[in-house]
């Protein structure tokens, strides 16, 4: 008993995809037979998973903490399973047999989930429990978290050597202003509330941003019914050839009524308009100084190997940047991370970091294509691997598939997730999945897995 009292202690702030690795990556030292610190993770959610636990509240929670969820009904993988697939963990272990490349929602939560059930992971993790504010001592070198157990109202605060901070970064709409959008008589909405397509049946809708989100929405609407979808794009269109029915025209200049204005000089009406655009960085529970401030991109600044907070690298964040790679590279992150508060892994004086910092910010300037941009973050990935013992995979394998990924998306949109890639990890070629995803409407974990000869068979005994 003594000897816990020395031990370390380790804050971990979220239970998505990063905040479950790091726990992971702890694990795996133990069962190593290596001692481990002690570790508490709060998760202000009652379970779970992150953005992979959907919500279907909007607005705010049971107990009034702003809703985490982004995720929305009929939400497919946007990338080959295989480029995020965990290299401790294989998807041939968890499902037992070949699944598609582009699973729906339920089945990569329930992935997830896999390799933690089968430990402790459950007992580290304080669930509704949310971290209102981080102080640290210069002199005693220690954080102080300032918490709130939700479900009995109760403020309390703990003291931890080392803070990893994993609570996401797609969560808080980054809302902006059109003139005239208040008069709007239909929904305004931002992607982060929105659940899915079924209310937008019939209807013809406006989605304000080019990227992730305007093509997954505008997408699944079009698939679900949708009389019309309209993108509207500031800088670059996605650029794709739509099919008749969806559209890219320039950003929006102002709003009349149910009337949009467009910069080339179109007006059209909606019935509703989803902002697609994008989410903020944001903290509400860490003061100015300990703060990452960034936009989304490849290399946030003052994060050294873009984990160490480089004023204060007992700080740690981890999936900050803008993902090509998940799951695969939370875990790399959380491993180097793991040695770093062990001691195992040594790290450079903060202005020798920065200089590494400033190396990754430049290559970071000069990326112009998709295809650079997976260059650069498999060479992190890269980087990260080489100075820790997350079991290695093969990350320009995984290159070639985003690559691969981004043709497929550019060639047809609306067929790419029938496509299929070999795992780097077992070597296992996707399965195809019974039905083509246009006209798969159902998204549960049940359908995906339903084996239709396996039920002929039966029928036929
Ligand atoms: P999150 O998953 O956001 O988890 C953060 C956790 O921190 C949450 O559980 C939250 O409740 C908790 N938290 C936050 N603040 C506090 C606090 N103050 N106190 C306590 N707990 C707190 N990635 C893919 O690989 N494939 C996809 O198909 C894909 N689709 C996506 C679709 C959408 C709409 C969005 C928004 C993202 C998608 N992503 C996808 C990216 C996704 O963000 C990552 O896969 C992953 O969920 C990030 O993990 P994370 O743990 O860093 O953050
Ligand atoms: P995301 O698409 O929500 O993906 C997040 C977009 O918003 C950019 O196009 C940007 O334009 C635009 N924008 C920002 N401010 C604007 C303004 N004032 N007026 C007009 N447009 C504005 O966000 P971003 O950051 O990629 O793009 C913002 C994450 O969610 C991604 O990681 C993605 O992987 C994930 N996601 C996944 C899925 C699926 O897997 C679905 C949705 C989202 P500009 O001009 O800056 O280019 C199925």
């Known amino acids: 008993k003594k000897k816990l009292t020395k031990k370390k202690r380790i804050g971990i702030i979220g239970a998505g995809p990063s905040g479950l ?5 702890f694990e795996a030292l133990q069962n190593q037979g290596e001692d481990i610190p002690e570790i508490v993770c709060f998760e202000k959610q009652s379970n779970w998973g992150g953005m992979w636990n959907y919500s279907w509240r909007t607005g705010v929670g049971k107990y009034g903490e702003p809703t985490h ?40 939560f329930d992935y997830i989930q896999g390799r933690i059930k089968k430990s402790k992971a459950r007992d580290y993790i304080r669930f509704d429990t949310t971290a209102r504010w981080v102080s640290f001592d210069e002199k005693a070198k220690k954080f102080t978290v300032i918490l709130d157990d939700l479900k009995i109202d109760k403020t309390y605060s703990e003291e931890f050597d080392y803070l990893v901070v994993a609570s996401g970064h797609f969560s808080t709409p980054n809302m902006p202003y059109f003139k005239g959008i208040e008069n709007f ?17 019939d209807q013809n809708l406006l989605l304000i941003g080019s990227s992730y989100s305007a093509e997954d929405i505008g997408v699944q609407c079009y698939k679900h019914g949708a009389n019309s979808v309209t993108l509207s794009y500031r800088s670059n269109p996605i650029g794709v050839e739509w099919p008749e029915g969806i559209k890219e ?83 790399t992150q959380a491993w180097v991370a793991r040695d770093y508060m062990i001691g195992r892994l040594q790290i450079p004086e903060e202005a020798e970091r920065k200089l590494d910092i400033d190396k990754w910010l430049e290559a970071n300037d000069k990326l112009e294509t998709g295809f650079d941009d997976v260059d650069f973050q498999s060479e992190y990935i890269k980087d990260l691997l080489s100075i820790s013992d997350y079991p290695h995979f093969n990350v320009d394998e995984v290159g070639e598939m985003f690559k691969s990924w981004l043709k497929d998306k550019e060639e047809d949109i609306l067929t790419y997730r029938d496509k299929t890639y070999q795992s780097v990890v077992t070597g296992t070629m996707a399965a195809e999945h019974h039905t083509e995803w246009m006209d798969e409407l159902d998204d549960s974990k049940e359908r995906y897995l339903y084996e239709p000869e396996e039920e002929d068979i039966l029928s036929e005994t």
């Open 21 to 25: 690795a790091q726990i992971r990556a």
């Open 69 to 108: 969820g982004s995720m929305y009904k009929y939400l497919w993988s946007n990338g080959p399973k295989e480029c995020l697939e965990f290299s401790d963990y294989s998807f041939d272990e968890h499902f037992k047999k070949p699944i598609s490349s582009y699973p729906p929602r339920p089945v990569l």
């Open 185 to 201: 008589p239909g929904a305004v909405i931002h992607a982060h509330d929105f659940k899915g397509a079924d209310q937008f049946k």
């Open 249 to 331: 025209l320039p950003l929006v200049t102002h709003f009349e009524d149910d009337k949009a204005f467009f910069k080339n000089g179109t007006t059209e009406r909606f019935d509703a308009v989803i902002m697609c655009t994008g989410y903020q960085h944001k903290f509400p529970f860490l003061p100015d100084e300990l703060r990452l401030k960034t936009k989304n991109n490849l290399y946030p600044d003052h994060l050294y190997k873009g984990i160490f907070f480089n004023k204060l690298p007992q700080l740690i964040y981890l999936g900050m940047q803008d993902q090509y790679y998940t799951f695969n590279m939370f875990d």
